[in-house]
């Protein structure tokens, strides 16, 4: 999951969604089809890939590490007491 930490994983999905639909458009367009296939199944790829990433796992980790601070909050209040 640390993978292209250089951009933000918003730009990433756009980013990649651009490319499919440039990789697309140079299918439609040219007859180099066996290049232009393989790049559309690896940036399709990386397009789900960055979605998913960005609509559940980062929430998911975000709400994990919420809850393992709540969980320490209890823990220390339960031992105060």
């Known amino acids: ?3 292209f930490l250089a951009i933000s994983p918003k730009s ?3 980013l990649f969604h651009l490319a499919l639909i440039l990789n697309i458009l ?3 367009l040219t007859d180099m089809w066996l290049p232009m296939v393989v790049g559309a199944i690896i940036t399709a ?3 789900v890939d960055s979605l998913v990433r960005l609509r559940y796992v980062l ?3 975000k709400e994990i590490h919420d809850l393992r601070h709540e969980l320490e ?3 220390h209040n ?3 007491v």
Request: net charge positive; hydrophobic share 50%; aromatic share 10%.
């Open 78 to 80: 339960r031992d105060d």
């Open 26 to 28: 140079g299918m439609a």
């Open 45 to 47: 790829y990386l397009a």
């Open 59 to 61: 929430p998911l980790k």
């Open 1 to 3: 999951m640390a993978r």
């Open 12 to 14: 990433q999905c756009w």
């Open 73 to 75: 909050v209890i823990r």
